[in-house]
């Protein structure tokens, strides 16, 4: 039985993520920690989740501390004194989703194999259970927060500006607006009441959700905005325009600052991040905890992708959004975003899909496979899908994860050459699903 993902277990509340699967995590984690800190984000589902999951974890004799309502890199870095860490959060899914992270002391999330591991003990039902004297409890982590707070504050610098933060209804409420009025900014909230139902706007921090927040940062004359996930491990920003950082345009900022040797990043970023940063790029499988595990193998000093996850190895493997929003503050303080993003390269960028019976799922890889082996091209990427790097652009060809569809993506330097690659990958693609 495979229930995790790149990112943990998530479904709907008692259709997908029901009290007895939770349960049934707990169980087989807690056969293999001996400590746990549990935190949870603002969904109405997590009381329920709690008590599950520490039910089953305590059931194994493991001892469980409750850090409270508090985001993912809080609890994150709650997990350092831990044997692991347990997150309730269904990340930037709709408020009906409910979810488990698991997480590792230096701060990584659980890798494939970790992941396998627990599954596998689930499907063979081989679970610690311990007698009546020899249970697990629960306790308080009271100070998280604090912690956390204490970390970045260790290594980020002042900067006197106007900042407007979007908390998405969630934890981040608790935190990044401190850092930053620490920092000596300030800060003004929108969607800061905790509220599972997200009556703000959907967890996910897309340019479409954040109309208040870029009204907010023009209509206040802000010099930047930030915006949050549901459980803040991803942080997006507004510039002193009002105008949304595109992913590719935040991940060449950071890299280029951060990045002295190698940086990190997915196999769908910007061919911009090459041109506009003076070190060695590392592509690997789209997801955090894979730019987490490429960061920490090759000891890179930054890791990114374009969704808003960011990794600096510096202070933790856990993508930080409360720790990139500090560090993005920093660089506002130097010079305007916009005109910081003046001096990243921007290139057109297309996408398409075909779609195909899902019956035929074997044979269409099977098809693409021979198919993408045989384009010619200056560099094949096979890590997650199909990369082309041709000399003026490429093209990403992957199966989605979700649907029965084949996701076709292409940049180049114009939109010609752009337009040429993506119909030429889309008629390959449309032979294979025919």
């Not at 277990?9 to 008692?14: D, E």
């Amino acid at each position: 039985m495979r229930i995790f993902g790149s990112s943990g277990v998530r479904g709907v509340v008692n259709t997908e993520m029901t009290p007895e699967l939770t349960a049934r995590i707990g169980m087989a984690v807690g056969g293999l920690a001996k400590e746990a800190v549990i935190g949870r984000d603002s969904r109405t589902s997590n009381d329920m989740m709690q008590a599950a999951v520490s039910s089953g974890l305590m059931a194994c004799g493991c001892e469980v501390y409750d850090a409270g309502f508090v985001t993912t890199p809080t609890l994150a870095e709650a997990a350092r004194e831990m044997d692991c860490g347990v997150m309730l959060t269904a990340s930037h899914n709709p408020p009906e989703y409910a979810g488990i992270k698991l997480w590792n002391p230096d701060g990584m999330g659980f890798g494939v194999d970790q992941s396998r591991h627990v599954e596998d003990i689930i499907s063979e039902g081989k679970y610690s259970l311990k007698p009546w004297n020899l249970v697990g409890t629960t306790h308080s982590f009271p100070d998280a927060v604090d912690r956390h707070i204490d970390r970045i504050m260790s290594d980020v610098g002042a900067a006197s500006l106007k900042v407007v933060v979007d908390c998405a209804n969630g934890p981040a409420t608790t935190i990044t607006p401190l850092v930053l009025q620490q920092m000596g900014c300030k800060v003004v909230t929108i969607n800061s009441n905790r509220d599972g139902h997200f009556p703000g706007r959907m967890p996910e921090p897309t340019d479409e959700n954040l109309g208040d927040l870029k009204g907010a940062v023009v209509a206040m004359e802000a010099d930047l905005g930030i915006a949050h996930d549901g459980d803040a491990d991803r942080m997006v920003a507004v510039d002193d325009k009002g105008q949304t950082l595109a992913g590719d345009e935040l991940l060449a900022m950071f890299a280029g600052r951060f990045a002295k040797d190698r940086v990190v990043v997915t196999v769908d970023a910007s061919m911009a991040v090459d041109d506009h940063v003076d070190a060695d790029i590392i592509r690997t499988k789209v997801g955090d905890v894979f730019v987490s595990e490429e960061v920490k193998k090759s000891g890179a000093d930054f890791g990114g992708e374009p969704s808003g996850t960011w990794i600096f190895p510096d202070q933790t493997y856990c993508p930080d959004g409360i720790l990139a929003a500090a560090r993005i503050v920093e660089i506002a303080a130097e010079r305007s975003l916009s005109e910081l993003r003046k001096e990243i390269p921007k290139y057109p960028t297309l996408r398409s899909a075909a779609s195909f019976d899902s019956s035929r799922k074997d044979a269409v890889l099977e098809m693409l496979k021979i198919e993408m082996s045989n384009v010619e091209c200056r560099e094949l990427v096979t890590l997650d899908g199909f990369r082309h790097q041709f000399e003026d652009g490429w093209t990403l060809v992957r199966p989605s994860g979700t649907e029965p569809k084949i996701r076709v993506m292409a940049e180049a330097r114009n939109d010609a050459e752009a337009e040429r690659l993506l119909e030429a990958m889309m008629k390959i693609v449309r032979r294979c699903v025919a």
